[in-house]
């Protein structure tokens, strides 16, 4: 990247501010965010893991744009294939017609994704994602003469997405209910695998699993020839960077096998070598019914995402069973080029493999700042790593996510250079193509900004 950004064609820096606090609504922020929230930035420019804003500061990119720049910033080459697409025929019909990128990259999604999930639906993003894989799900049982199976379990804490159905399979009611309820019908919510803060105060391996096995007993509890789904991530990103216990998706997969019950995985953040693997099911020889995808999908170079389905789903949807279900930018040939090539970069330069590599040293490194009395436990997979911050160790009391230690904290990593969300878990998920110095900078900004915390805040 340019060691100072080129503003001279550019509007004036206070203008811009101005016309985008009064036209741009910022998703999830107050209007006029852009003037008022010092949080809010105007980045111009990007290369690999790192960005620059407008007023020429760098940062480390710690959260992929919202966990999605995978191959990194500045890619010439994906542009450059979207564009090419674009110019010769960027869409085709979702309904009537298809295009060869998007025939060529749900043949290449076949080869990639576990197991025989080998049917790809497209869409626009990880929510309509969801969207789709739920009504997939329902009308499948439809066509198999099951139609009363149309409930769906989630896991609290979980995040699929801000569309309804999305939102309302998603774990997340105390932040929503005020404003969106009543939800979905059918929605059920069991506890997640979330060993630092078991529901059931147990520990692993003494407490059997009972977070796997309380999802049947709601099977049973609600009979299970009415429920359709249970959808889960194999690795929880927004509810903590939860990652299961050994044995947990055996079990779960099992549930769903006993009871006729489809089995949706959410890989819209974990897929595409977040975790060290092309797909975070690998780790654990999983195969869902269903699994979505996104953001990775194209790094963030058009706005695509699928649904991947395994045979005995699809041939539900043979002859005069006709999916009800259609969405006007699925297939989007450009986006679909834009993806083939992003998946490209992938393997040309092993960013999968630079994943599993940097993320174990991320993850080292942060393990080694346990020195301070705010770091509760360290846990990730490949470049998807958490940071659970409490006020202390032994009661692992959590910090208010709107209080003033993590405001605190937050400005101290701007300040520093690392640009990521600033939760009660500090989530670290960069491109996957960052280097050994720039993860050993980003520990470096961490140790600096939690002693900064520390301090102004008289903690420990």
């Known amino acids: 990247m ?34 008022n929230d010092a949080g809010k930035r105007i980045l111009v420019e990007g290369d690999g893991a790192l960005v620059k804003d407008i007023e020429g500061k760098e940062y480390i990119d710690g959260l992929a744009g919202l966990w999605l720049v995978n191959a990194g910033h500045g890619r010439q080459e994906i542009a450059d294939a979207y564009s090419r697409q674009a110019g010769k025929l960027a869409y085709a019909s979702s309904t009537q017609a298809t295009s060869i990128p998007a025939i060529e990259l749900a043949t290449r999604l076949a080869e990639l994704t576990p197991g025989d999930q080998a049917t790809a639906f497209f869409c626009s993003g990880g929510s ?233 040293r991320l993850k080292e490194g942060l393990e080694g700042l346990s020195h301070h009395p705010s770091v509760g436990e360290v846990r990730g997979q490949g470049l998807l790593v958490g940071l659970e911050l409490v006020k202390d160790p032994d009661s692992k009391e959590k910090f208010a996510d709107d209080g003033a230690e993590l405001e605190t904290f937050g400005e101290a990593l701007a300040e520093r250079g690392l640009l990521t969300r600033v939760d009660s878990v500090l989530p670290l998920s960069p491109p996957l193509c960052i280097t050994a110095e720039q993860i050993d900078r980003m520990v470096a900004i961490i140790d600096d900004s939690l002693t900064a915390m520390e301090t102004a805040h008289d903690l420990g």
């Open 2 to 35: 340019n060691d100072a950004v080129d503003t001279t064609s550019l509007p004036n820096e206070d203008a811009l501010t101005e016309a985008g606090s009064e036209h741009l609504f910022i998703h999830a922020s107050a209007h006029r965010a852009l003037a």
């Open 128 to 360: 309509e994602a969801v969207e789709s894989a739920i009504k997939i799900a329902r009308q499948y049982h439809y066509f198999n003469s099951e139609p009363k199976r149309s409930k769906i379990v989630g896991r609290r804490g979980s995040y699929h997405g801000a569309t309804y159905g999305a939102m309302s399979v998603s774990g997340t009611r105390p932040m929503s209910e005020p404003y969106h309820s009543p939800f979905m019908h059918g929605v059920l919510h069991a506890s997640p695998p979330y060993c630092y803060r078991c529901d059931f105060r147990h520990s692993f391996p003494g407490c059997d699993l009972l977070c796997a096995d309380q999802i049947e007993q709601i099977i049973k509890y609600e009979n299970p020839k009415t429920v359709a789904a249970v959808i889960a991530e194999p690795i929880s990103a927004s509810g903590g960077i939860v990652i299961p216990p050994k044995g947990y998706w055996t079990r779960l997969r099992e549930i769903c096998d006993r009871h006729g019950v489809l089995l949706i995985t959410d890989e819209v953040i974990n897929g595409f070598g977040r975790t060290g693997r092309m797909f975070a099911s690998e780790h654990w020889d999983l195969v869902g019914d269903i699994m979505t995808v996104a953001k990775g999908l194209a790094s963030g170079y058009a706005p695509i995402g699928a649904v991947m389905c395994r045979p005995h789903v699809v041939e539900a949807f043979e002859g005069k069973n006709k999916l009800s279900h259609l969405l006007t930018y699925g297939g989007h040939a450009a986006a679909c080029a834009a993806a083939l090539a992003n998946l490209e970069v992938f393997e040309r330069e092993g960013l999968v493999a630079n994943s599993q590599a940097m993320g174990a």
